[in-house]
């Protein structure tokens, strides 16, 4: 089985009040150096069969249609290297 990882994040040009809250809290907790953060989610898909370019534009067509919200996020779809 392959596992192909689909990312999605909030554009840049949205705000993120997740990722700000958190900024906010890293210095109170000693994490100091920080100057942005941006929270996303990360679905990590086992794939039954080969990823090839016809698995991968489903994949692509699910995360476009069902996983991120394309008017306020951007996603990436990569095929991770088995450990």
């Known amino acids: 089985m392959a596992r192909v990882v689909v990312d999605v994040m909030l554009k840049p040009e949205i705000l993120d009040p997740q990722g700000q809250a958190v900024q906010r809290a890293l210095p109170r ?5 920080i100057a942005d ?6 679905f990590e898909l086992e794939v039954a069969g080969p990823v ?12 476009e249609t069902f996983l991120a919200n ?7 779809v ?3 290297e088995p450990k």
């Open 52 to 63: 090839d370019d016809a698995a991968l534009a489903r994949i692509h067509e699910m995360a």
């Open 29 to 33: 907790l000693g994490f100091e150096g």
């Open 78 to 80: 990569k095929v991770e």
């Open 37 to 42: 953060v941006r929270q996303g989610k990360r």
């Open 70 to 76: 394309t008017v306020i996020e951007d996603f990436v």
